[in-house]
Structure formats: C-alpha cells, structure tokens
C-alpha cells in the first residue's frame, strides 16, 4: 500500500513536541503502535469548530479499542482554552505552535486549509487523509478497516 505521506514526514511528526493547553509537553510518540486520529484546527475555522464534538464522541465509542485522538490547534492558546471552557473533548489538545502549517503541509495537504484530519495505523503510517469537515460516521467507517 503507499503510503499518504512521505515517511520522512512522518517520522518529523512522531518527533514532534506539542504544548499542550494545560502547559505540559506532549509527544505524540508515546502513542505510538496504537491507532491514531490527528485533527488539525482553529477557533476561527467554523468547520472545525463545527466537526470537533463528533470527533470527541468518536474518540469516546473508540478509545477502549486502542484509539487515540489528539487535536493540534493553529491557534494561540487563549483563544483554545476560551474554546475549551465552552466545549468539553476528553482527548488531549495541543498547540501545534509554529510548526504547524509546515507539518500539515509535510502530510499531505499542500493548501494548508482546515479542518484536516489524519489517521495513523499500529506502524505509524498514515493510512487516511482529509481536508474538510469529518463526520462521525466518517470515523466510526475509518475504525472498522
């Protein structure tokens, strides 16, 4: 099967550090081997505020067969705890900092527009793309394969 992203993109992102709204360090490399969804987002994106309950309540029917989720916001961090206060997600949210835009770009989407969401199998290979709105029926279909 090949790949939707370079592998050297990939190894970037499971090198990556994010900081994470409550100020801690994340590190996407701790999930590594398990499936992994990745949202791509903004306060300011409609859409992504739009999508962002479904992928919870995803990450909630999901989690207890190994998912994880991890919301990366191009975003500055006042605006994503304001958002946070309103919208409860129970998996975890990071800045996506600087690097943001250049890593989205790196895995697969060449426009840099959001929502965009990708999915990583047990090798940490991305293995499902998609800029644009994702429904929850979307991602109950996406945890079947």
Same mark, same amino acid.
């Given at each position: 099967?090949?790949?939707? =992203?370079?592998?050297?993109? !990939?190894?970037?992102? #499971? &090198?990556? +550090?994010?900081?994470?709204?409550? &100020?801690?360090?994340?590190?996407?490399?701790? %999930? $590594?081997?398990?499936?992994?969804?990745?949202? $791509? #987002?903004? !306060?300011?994106?409609?859409?992504?505020?739009?999508?962002?309950?479904?992928?919870?309540?995803?990450?909630?029917?999901?989690?207890?067969?190994? #998912?994880?989720?991890?919301?990366?916001?191009? /975003?500055?961090?006042?605006? @994503?705890?304001?958002?946070?206060?309103?919208?409860? *997600? /129970? $998996?975890?949210?990071?800045? =996506?900092?600087?690097? &943001?835009?250049?890593? @989205?770009? =790196?895995? &697969?989407?060449?426009?840099?527009? *959001?929502?965009?969401?990708?999915?990583? /199998?047990?090798?940490?290979?991305?293995? %499902? +793309? +998609?800029?644009? @709105?994702?429904?929850?029926? /979307?991602? +109950?279909?996406?945890?079947? !394969?």
């Amino acid at each position: 099967m090949h790949p939707l =992203a370079p592998p050297p993109a !990939t190894q970037v992102f #499971w &090198g990556s +550090r994010f900081k994470a709204v409550d &100020g801690s360090d994340l590190s996407p490399s701790g %999930w $590594f081997g398990k499936p992994l969804l990745v949202n $791509f #987002w903004a !306060t300011w994106c409609p859409p992504c505020v739009k999508e962002l309950p479904e992928i919870n309540q995803f990450y909630n029917e999901a989690k207890g067969r190994g #998912w994880q989720v991890l919301a990366l916001a191009l /975003d500055s961090l006042e605006p @994503v705890q304001t958002f946070l206060q309103k919208t409860r *997600l /129970d $998996f975890p949210v990071a800045l =996506a900092g600087a690097q &943001g835009l250049s890593l @989205v770009r =790196a895995l &697969g989407n060449e426009s840099g527009g *959001l929502p965009f969401s990708i999915a990583f /199998d047990n090798g940490g290979t991305i293995n %499902w +793309r +998609r800029l644009g @709105v994702t429904t929850l029926a /979307d991602l +109950r279909e996406l945890a079947k !394969t």
